[in-house]
Each structure stands twice: as structure tokens, then as C-alpha cells.
């Protein structure tokens, strides 16, 4: 059985919002309840960890009411950073497996929870190709200063399982060396320990700027819109 | 696999053919829920489908009047805690009093929106909030819902907004995987139809038993192709 740790911390800057994007509505619904709804339908998650933006715990309350999530969720206050947050959620979890995903891809689809769950290893992030090529830059002096081979790249998503015990080791290494990761794939890698990835899918994106907002509610349009 | 019907205003009409084709068919459905105000009417047709149904089907009758928007709220939570689930929901329960403009009662106003819409809403909404998630909900509009016609302006705009509130169900409930959305019936011989048009032959028009067949239909694996817009069904 897995917790889910739900990343919900962050307040929208990038999207310009006066309030934390995940209560942004898309097609009328809170951004927060796709992946609530998705993950309530997984029966091997038994727990979410939350966190929610300081102050606004009480709206995201009222959204698991309304809603009627029958998954227990256990509420945590977000850290400083997208990292110290998963540091605090990891403590919150009562199982041996996690699963991390952020409310910012609301578009995550049931399949891809299961099938990160069905891979035979512990530690197992969603990647997909990068379809484009991508350079390695001196902002300072803007020069170009080689080439990356796209073959040995992945673009990071969400979610992704750990075990709890590397997951929670990793961090704490990391803390002691007073290092913060942007993602917990290479955060984990970085500790020793082996991360495997399966292919994720384009569907997933993730919704930072306006410009996503947009993209997501086109993409959640019912079929019988995009026929027309 | 085993679902649940909930039908309003089942004591006659649409409502009860709908409960009577769902019960009496070897489809999924094994258990009737049947919302209807307290009448002989209700009684009656409760006892005669109890006696009828196959083995294994079972009809549960609840004398609740939709427009107390409070004890329907109520009678919804106590028939979710004792089914489970309401997998398919048919909000056919209407009332109508059509007078002109002029004379148009305002408390008369409200009880039409009360049972007509505020009552499919109410019941949806605390069926959601209790952790119900639906097939299907089906909600029993009219075509006079879609032009205006004179003398029924307060059943012409209750029924005009359940078009619309059908649409935004469809489109927000997709995310459950709920399907569904407005029926809107022309001329059908019912009681109320009787109310809007007391000189009209019934035996010329639609039957209820027709709409029944067609809310079966929608139900079916093959309603997913028709249920994109507000069903018009009439002769």
C-alpha cells in the first residue's frame, strides 16, 4: 500500500494569480480536484499527505468536503520550498511506499498511478523523450558552450514511487549537506540508491504559466468538442 | 454487476414506467429506489411492482415531497447509507400551474423551480457530497423548456434552466466518468400534461411508457453515443 504525497504548496506566481493556483479553477474546477479524484480511485493508495500554502487551509478543506475524497488525508502546512515540503510530508506517511505527484498536473490519468504501482521496482519515476533538442548555455556571457545528447535525456514528471526509507534517507543526507533538489528521482539517485523510469505520458503536463491554464482546459475539452 | 435506479415522482407517469422498465428488465439494475409524494397513487403502484418484479429485484419506496428541499436532502442520505451507491439517477419529479402573466403568484413561481430545478440539484449535490459518484443522471426537462410558450412562463423557465443545468452536470461530472444530461419530452400523457392541456385526447399523444424506453436506451452501453446534447423526444 502506498501514502500519496500530494504537492499542493505552491502560490501561482508564475501564473500571475492573487491565490495558490491549485484552487484556480479549470473548466470550473478547482485544479486541486483532478488529482484528488484520479488517486481516490486507486485502491493500493490508502493515505494522501497534502500540504497546502500557509492560510489557506481552510479552503482546501472545504474542496475535500465538497468533493467527498474517501481516501484519509493528512494535511501538512508547505515548507519554504518545494523541497523542505516533501522533507516535512515524508514524516506524515504511514506506509512503506510513497508515491509523489503534484496538483499542478491535473491531467494525470488513473493508468499512469497504476502503472508506476505494477513496476516491479522500488523506485520508479514517469519520464518522457524530449522531442526537441536542448543546448547547454553561459547565461552570464550567453554563449552556447556545447551540445547534449537528447537520446540520454529525460523530461522529469510526476508521479513517481520511492520506498519511504530511501526517500527519507536521501533527504536527510541532503540536508545534512545543506542541498535542495528541484525533483526527488535525481534527489534519491544522487544518494546511492537505484531510480528506474517508465515512459509517462505528453498528457501530463504541467500547468505553470497562463499559457498552460489555457492548453489544459483545451486538452480537457469533451469529445464531442473536438470532433467540431 | 449489481446497480441502483433512483427515480423522482414515481407514483405515475414517466417516473413510474421508468421504475417499472428498469425493475421488470434483466439488465444491471436490481434495485428501484422510488421518490414520490405520499398518494394513493403511490401506494398502489408501489404494492403492484413489489408483486411483480423478479426474484432479486428489490423496490424501495420513500414518500418524500422533492420541493422540502430539506427532507429530500435527508431521505437521499438515508437511502445512500442503505444502497450504497445510486448509480443511475432519474430527476422526473415536476409540478406546473400555468396562468398569465398577470396573474402568475409568486410563492406559486418558487414551488415550480423548487421541484423542477432546485430539487434535481439538491439531490445531486447531496448525493455528491455524501461520496456518491453516477452512471448516470438523467434529468426530465421538456421541450417547452426550449421555446417559451404562452401561459407557462413559470414551467417554460424551470424548464428551460434544467436544459442548462444539464449541460454544466454533463461537463463538470465527466471527471467521475458520470454521464448523462437533459431529456426533454414533448407531449407525453401525463398527469401534469393533462394540467398544461385538460382538452387534449391522451390517447392522441406520446406515452409515458415511450420516454421510459428511451431513458433504458440511454442507460445502455450504446446511450454514450447519444448523450452529448439535450435529448429532444417526442412524436
Avoid at chain 1, 87 to 115: G, W, Y
Wanted: proline share 5%.
Amino acid at each position: 500500500m502506498y501514502s500519496l504525497i500530494l504537492l499542493n504548496g505552491g502560490v501561482g506566481t508564475r501564473i500571475g494569480a492573487n491565490q495558490p493556483k491549485q484552487l484556480l479553477k479549470l473548466r470550473g474546477i478547482p485544479i486541486i480536484v483532478y488529482s484528488l479524484i484520479t488517486a481516490d480511485k486507486i485502491k493500493d493508495i490508502t493515505q494522501i499527505v497534502l500540504n497546502y500554502p500557509e492560510g489557506w487551509r481552510d479552503e482546501i478543506e472545504q474542496v475535500l468536503k465538497a468533493y467527498a475524497i474517501s481516501t484519509p488525508v493528512t494535511l501538512v502546512e508547505a515548507g519554504t520550498s518545494r523541497h523542505t515540503s516533501v522533507a516535512k510530508m515524508i514524516s506524515a506517511c504511514e506506509n512503506d511506499d510513497v508515491i509523489i505527484h503534484e496538483t499542478a498536473r491535473p491531467l494525470v490519468a488513473q493508468e499512469d498511478f497504476e502503472r508506476l504501482i505494477a513496476s516491479e521496482f522500488p523506485n520508479v519515476a514517469l519520464m518522457t523523450q524530449i522531442p526537441f533538442t536542448v543546448a547547454p548555455v553561459a547565461p552570464g556571457t550567453s554563449m552556447i558552450t556545447g551540445s547534449l545528447n537528447r537520446a540520454r535525456l529525460r523530461n522529469v514528471q510526476l508521479p513517481q514511487k520511492f520506498s519511504k526509507a530511501d526517500l527519507q534517507s536521501s533527504h536527510e543526507k541532503a540536508a545534512a549537506q545543506d542541498l535542495e533538489y528541484t525533483e526527488d528521482a535525481t534527489l534519491v539517485v544522487d544518494n546511492g540508491h537505484e531510480v528506474h523510469y517508465i515512459d509517462g505520458s505528453d498528457m501530463n503536463l504541467k500547468v505553470t504559466t497562463p499559457t498552460d491554464v489555457r492548453m489544459a482546459a483545451f486538452l480537457l475539452r469533451p469529445e464531442e468538442e473536438i470532433d467540431e | 454487476m449489481s446497480k441502483t435506479l433512483l427515480v423522482t415522482g414515481a407514483s405515475r407517469g414517466i417516473g413510474l414506467e421508468t421504475a417499472t422498465r428498469f425493475a421488470m428488465a434483466e439488465g444491471d439494475v436490481d434495485t428501484v429506489v422510488m421518490f414520490a409524494r405520499d398518494s394513493e397513487d403511490f401506494t398502489t403502484a408501489v404494492a403492484e411492482l413489489k408483486k411483480s418484479v423478479p426474484a432479486g429485484t428489490t423496490i424501495i419506496a420513500r414518500t418524500v415531497d422533492v420541493g422540502d428541499l430539506e427532507a429530500l436532502k435527508t431521505a437521499a442520505a438515508e437511502v445512500l447509507e442503505e444502497v450504497g451507491q445510486i448509480h443511475l439517477l432519474v430527476n422526473n419529479a415536476g409540478y406546473t400551474n400555468p396562468v398569465p402573466i398577470q396573474q402568475v403568484d409568486q410563492e406559486d413561481f418558487e414551488r415550480t423551480m423548487r421541484v423542477n430545478l432546485y430539487a434535481p440539484f439538491t439531490l445531486v449535490q447531496s448525493l455528491l457530497n455524501n461520496g456518491n459518484t453516477f452512471d448516470l443522471i438523467v434529468n426530465i426537462a421538456s421541450t417547452a423548456g426550449i421555446n417559451g410558450r404562452s401561459g407557462w412562463l413559470s414551467y417554460s423557465a424551470s424548464k428551460a434552466a434544467v436544459i442548462n443545468m444539464s449541460q454544466v452536470m454533463r461537463e463538470e461530472l465527466a471527471i467521475y466518468g458520470t454521464r448523462g444530461g437533459g431529456l426533454a419530452p414533448g407531449r407525453t400523457a401525463t398527469a401534469l400534461r393533462k394540467v398544461l392541456a385538460p382538452d387534449e385526447d391522451p390517447s392522441t399523444i406520446m406515452q409515458p411508457q415511450h420516454v421510459a424506453e428511451v431513458i433504458e436506451t440511454l442507460s445502455s452501453p450504446m446511450g454514450r453515443f447519444i448523450d452529448s446534447e439535450n435529448i429532444v423526444v417526442r412524436l
